[in-house]
């Protein structure tokens, strides 16, 4: 309102009056509403976030027509005073900062209100940790259909790092969507059963409580199988020296227990606790065995790292128990060649003694015995050369007892060799077949007694370099006796002819081998 002072004149006498004249003028009246704060969350966490300041003309006029006034910004409340230094429409605020906004009356040009308001630049909570979170489990035991529970939150610590769990919350959501919108989180992340079998993501929503920013992130959850290991068949070897202890290279069964999988290592297990608590045989080629039959237990891994667990019998088998001292064989040279044919089966009965389900096959080496190479064709036949005998005038064939039963992881019977001596013995070189002896008398009856050691004494039987001492001389009345060693004459034995003829047995004492020869006796008158 205008205020005007008006004087008033009148003719003869003047009296100073006062005239007060209202006169409204349509101004309009300006209002700065006040706006609320532009709050954005930071996606690089710079702290600079560019702004539309426009976007908050609306506020502040409120109801009033934007064609009446001029809208402008400023740094500071002089500015916006005197309507200096506008703010460009895109302004990038650092952090937190007031910005006034000034509305001015386009009509008067001079009229205008102020309001202020806050750019609020807030961090985005920040993933720490490695860029790979993935998670990796093994299959469930005896399962491989590529599901299993895992435990989310195993990495909940590095995704928070520096971050302090009262001022971010973490979720965890099988769906991008649910995280951005923060839905469906899953309820229990700790055992959490995946829905993909074998690979599937999830998606983690990383939260400021206060300013409500929020980082969404992933990881990958994956299965692994197990390897799938075949029940291996017992190993079994044969004993060597009746203890029920050998040793085994229990890595034979590995391609039998893994079939064609390929990347799986082994490891050995003496008892179930040492299985348990990881403690494994240091060498499996070379284990000797504490128990028969004895159960070992095996863990096979894969390149993953899954493993899954099995067991092998063990076993020493019982090897044949022969005669190992069998009665030699000797056979008296027929031709003084050194050479003889021997049954050698004679002593089969003698070897196998009385055990069942045993073969025997006879060698020239020990090698061949153990290898069972070059088995001598006909047994019963075998030509023995005594060129070949050893110091003791032997030559030893070797004789392997084999089970038809016991038969090793290598389909090898067990066998035992044993050694069975053979001599072809040497007869007694006499100097002549047929010997004189000449006994005189006294009383011409044509009658003598005889001392048979005397007649030895006296024949001159061996030849050089044999000693008599060396053999034993009986005299038999007969070639029979003499063969049978029966009936032998004894000293003080008288004529019944003359001339008169006996027999003599010389017998090798060290071969008990012997040759019979007839000797006539003669009396002298």
């Not at 069964?253 to 799986?264: C, D, H, N």
């Not at 000449?438 to 004494?457: I, K, L, P, S």
């Not at 004894?490 to 003829?501: A, Q, R």
């Amino acid at each position: 309102d205008l205020h005007y002072p008006l004087r008033r004149q009148r003719q003869m006498c003047i009296r100073d009056s006062l005239l007060l004249l209202f006169i409204t003028n349509s101004i309009l009246a300006q209002v700065a509403n006040q706006p609320n704060d532009l709050v954005v969350c930071d996606d690089d966490n710079d702290g600079v976030f560019c702004f539309d300041l426009s976007i908050q003309n609306a506020q502040v006029l409120g109801s009033q027509n934007p064609a009446d006034y001029t809208i402008t910004y400023h740094a500071t409340q002089a500015d916006a005073d005197s309507d200096s230094n506008p703010l460009p429409v895109t302004y990038c605020a650092v952090f937190i900062e007031t910005i006034f906004v000034r509305v001015e009356d386009i009509a008067s040009g001079v009229m205008f209100d102020t309001a202020s308001f806050d750019l609020i630049v807030n961090l985005t909570p920040t993933i720490s940790g490695p860029a790979n979170l993935d998670l990796f489990l093994c299959d469930e035991p005896n399962s491989n259909d590529g599901f299993t529970t895992f435990d989310l939150t195993t990495n909940e610590a590095q995704i928070l790092g520096t971050q302090s769990p009262s001022d971010v919350s973490l979720g965890y959501f099988e769906t991008p969507e649910d995280a951005a919108n923060d839905v469906n989180q899953i309820s229990n992340p700790s055992s959490y059963a995946n829905i993909n079998a074998y690979n599937q993501t999830v998606y983690f929503r990383l939260s400021n409580i206060l300013t409500g920013c929020f980082t969404i992130g992933s990881f990958n959850i994956v299965v692994f199988d197990n390897p799938i290991l075949i029940q291996p068949t017992p190993l079994s070897v044969c004993d060597d020296d009746a203890d029920e202890v050998a040793t085994f290279n229990l890595t034979t069964r590995e391609s039998q227990i893994v079939g064609t999988q390929m990347g799986v290592s082994f490891e050995y297990f003496e008892t179930a606790s040492d299985l348990a608590n990881n403690v494994p045989i240091a060498n499996p080629t070379l284990y000797q065995n504490i128990l028969n039959p004895q159960t070992i237990y095996i863990r096979g891994t894969s390149l993953d790292g899954c493993s899954a667990d099995t067991t092998l019998t063990i076993r020493v088998l019982p090897i044949p128990t022969p005669n190992m001292t069998p009665t030699p064989l000797e056979a008296c040279d027929d031709n003084a060649d050194g050479i003889l044919t021997f049954d050698l089966t004679e002593r089969e009965a003698e070897i196998l003694n009385g055990e069942a389900n045993v073969i025997l096959s006879y060698f020239i080496s020990a090698t061949d015995a153990t290898m069972n190479q070059n088995p001598i064709a006909d047994p019963t036949m075998s030509t023995v050369d005594m060129a070949n005998a050893n110091a003791n005038d032997q030559v030893i064939i070797y004789v392997r007892v084999e089970s038809q039963v016991q038969i090793d992881s290598n389909l090898e019977p067990c066998f035992k060799v044993i050694e069975l001596p053979v001599t072809v013995l040497s007869l007694p070189v006499l100097t002549s077949s047929s010997y004189d002896y000449v006994f005189c008398e006294y009383d011409n009856d044509n009658v003598g007694q005889y001392n048979w050691d005397e007649v030895t004494a006296s024949l001159n039987l061996l030849s050089a370099p044999q000693n008599i001492n060396d053999f034993t001389v009986t005299y038999h009345s007969t070639v029979s006796n003499a063969m049978n060693n029966t009936a032998a004459l004894v000293n003080g034995y008288e004529n019944t002819s003359d001339p008169h003829t006996v027999f003599i047995r010389v017998t090798n004492n060290l071969s008990l081998i012997h040759i019979s020869e007839p000797t006539r006796l003669g009396m002298i008158s």
